[in-house]
């Protein structure tokens, strides 16, 4: 089995957990390709019997690996969507960090999990993304997102205003400081924390959301993602902020962006006797009711 490993830094308490990951992985004679950047922060703590494959591009694991590990949080999850891009590779998240939607796979659970893969006991999730069109190539080739579209004021003082259209039909203006455009899967993260729905992970929606905004009347909406949102951003600052999923970026204003679903999607690897209703049980701690 050839594997591909991502990640950004790991913290001391968590080296045993990888070195025993690591050293079952070559037990089980799977060939490894580590993203190089992870390996020169692992070189000094994790012990290698033999020396991984080292990559940078998504070209160069493209074809070569069956599954990607990524060894953080949600966050490094969303970071591995560039390099994984239309590959069509299934991503397993091994969770490092706190809460943890994304990345299910708890530190404790990584060797039954890796036997669990080799036993095919395991679901293939294909999770939505979505892509933003400019006339700028403001993200280069890597125009889309799993989690959301979010644009941000750039100062504190004025708020934007942001009209939105929904197939051509207007839908509003809104005055806020921002607003986002999830995916059923970021329905859990920014979009949740500014009031909006929880979509199932298969919910063929988008979620509209704004942020702060300036009238109390207007709230989140949930629209087929076969539709196509045309935005066009004014402020009396000269910029504001756009962001896809983690990376962020400065635009000028005003400005006009489209927002469409991506033609491919992302495989998340979701383990036996899992699903996304346990999830939010456990991550969101609904049910902590002493009825229940």
Known sequence: MKVALFGKTISGNDVPYLQGFIDRLRILNCIVYLFEPFYNALREKIHFENQPLL???????????????????????????????????????????????????????????????????YTIDERTLLRLESAKPLFGEFNYALNDFSIHKSSPQSLLAIKLFVNDDFLNTYWADGLIVATPTGSTAYSMSCTGPILSPDSENFVITPIASHNLTVRPI???????????????????????????????????LVIKKEDFKICLVRMSGRNFFETIRAKLKWGLDIRN
Request: hydrophobic share 40%; glycine share 10%; net charge negative.
């Open 55 to 121: 990559f940078t591009t998504q070209q160069e694991i493209r074809g070569e690996v069956e599954y990607l590990f990524s060894i953080g949080g949600d966050g490094t999850l969303l970071d591995t969507i560039t390099l994984v891009g239309d590959s069509k590779i299934p991503v397993i998240g091994i969770n490092m960090g706190r809460l943890g939607f994304l990345s299910g796979i708890s530190k404790e659970e990584i060797l039954p999990a890796l036997d669990d893969l080799i036993g095919k006991k």
């Open 222 to 256: 949930v629209i087929p993602d076969t539709c196509i949102i045309r935005i066009i951003i004014e402020s009396r600052n000269v910029d504001c902020y756009i962001g896809l999923d983690s990376r962020i970026v400065r635009l000028e204003v005003p400005t006009e």
